[in-house]
């Protein structure tokens, strides 16, 4: 017996379907995030305070974003993250990741000035947006057609993007 939500994520389909998904869980979010990396053809921003080690360091996770990365050479996932201290201190799936796949998947720390509040959000295509409403919960909603929101988005992002810098702790030391 299926769900309303999995009724609706199984129609999920990027930049066409029309239903705001709302999420209340860790299992929405995991579900959700890995529809809508499924379906993303060119570019994936995520934007978290600290890589969220509950949502984006499964298995699973790194293998959908491997897959999309590997699919075309345009393809383009970029992180910002507030803090990279968790990541730093136990290992990050996606860390691992972006050190094998270094012109694909890109981490950067937020400048001081955007860390406040704390958001967390991707885009996907300029199309989708999935985002979480508080860093407490794991309540959100996921829109696979939202496109002036994941523009604004998107653009922010960059804007983000072009004042972060680097994290010397992720960089792979090659001897």
Known sequence: MSSAFDDVLAGFRLGESETLLRLASLDDFQRAQHALVAQTRRQLFILTPDL???RYNTAEFADAVSAFARRSRFSD?????GDPAIAIRWGHKLVALSRRLPSKLRIRQLHEDDINPPEAWMVADNIALLRRDSPAVHEGMLS????????????HFEEMWNRSREIADFRELRV
């Not at 996932?77 to 993250?81: E, S, Y």
Request: no cysteine; net charge positive.
């Open 77 to 81: 996932v970029r992180v910002l993250l």
């Open 52 to 54: 969220e080690p509950e």
């Open 144 to 155: 696979a057609k939202s496109i002036p929101h994941a523009q604004r988005a998107t653009l």
